[in-house]
Structure formats: structure tokens, C-alpha cells
């Protein structure tokens, strides 16, 4: 059975930094493309950040402008995402994803939230 789990949200205040992981479980995880995603309040899902894959590089949405960091080790399965110069445009439920048969999958989420 597919699992993943995000931790490492939190409130932290504009500038500051964090770091998500997403612990996976249940397919073949080195094998799979992973990726980030958020929810703002009120907003729809954006996707965030996508980590090489075979011939897939590794890509982030534009507003990551350099912030956001995405990584992974496939010896633990987990995927990370370093966030730094956090601002409140931030503040969302992340969650990690993959696609697989076909089939999106996504964890609970973790949430981030920016204020002074």
C-alpha cells in the first residue's frame, strides 16, 4: 500500500527557514519522479518542485526564485524540501506526491505557516 508522510511544517516567521521531509512507503520509491505541492488558504493545489528523475531534471515553480531546495535519498525514502527566506506568500499545506499506474498519490500534508 502506497504511503507517504510529510512532517517538519511548522510557524516560523518571515525570513526564516525550514526543511519538509516526506517518508515513503509501499512502491519502488528511487524508481519514481517525487514531488512537492501546497495548498494556500482559499487557493487551489499548486505544484512546487519536481526532483530528477532518469533524464528529468530537477524543476521548481517560479516563485521558489532560488529559496527552495528539493532532494532526495533513496537509502531512506524520503524526499526533502529546504525552504529558506520564508515570507507569508508561503503559508500553505504541503504535501509530497507521485504518480503512479496512472494514479496520483498524495500524503496528508504538513503545515507552513509565516507571520511575524
Known amino acids: 500500500q502506497v504511503q507517504l508522510v510529510e512532517s517538519g511544517g511548522g510557524l516560523v516567521q518571515p525570513g526564516e527557514s525550514l526543511t519538509l521531509s516526506c517518508v515513503a512507503s509501499?512502491?519502488?520509491?528511487?524508481?519514481?519522479?517525487m514531488s512537492w505541492a501546497r495548498q494556500a488558504p482559499g487557493k487551489e493545489v499548486e505544484w512546487v518542485s519536481s526532483?530528477?528523475?532518469?533524464?528529468?531534471?530537477?524543476t521548481y515553480f517560479d516563485g521558489a526564485k532560488g529559496r527552495f531546495t528539493t532532494f532526495k535519498d533513496n537509502l531512506i525514502n524520503t524526499l526533502y524540501l529546504r525552504m529558506e527566506d520564508l515570507t507569508p506568500e508561503d503559508t500553505a499545506v504541503y504535501y509530497c506526491?507521485?504518480?503512479?499506474?496512472?494514479?496520483?498519490?498524495r500524503g496528508p500534508g504538513t503545515q507552513v505557516t509565516v507571520a511575524s
Open positions: 506526491q507521485v504518480t503512479i499506474q496512472g494514479q496520483l498519490r
Open positions: 509501499g512502491f519502488d520509491f528511487a524508481s519514481y519522479r
Open positions: 526532483f530528477a528523475q532518469g533524464y528529468a531534471p530537477t
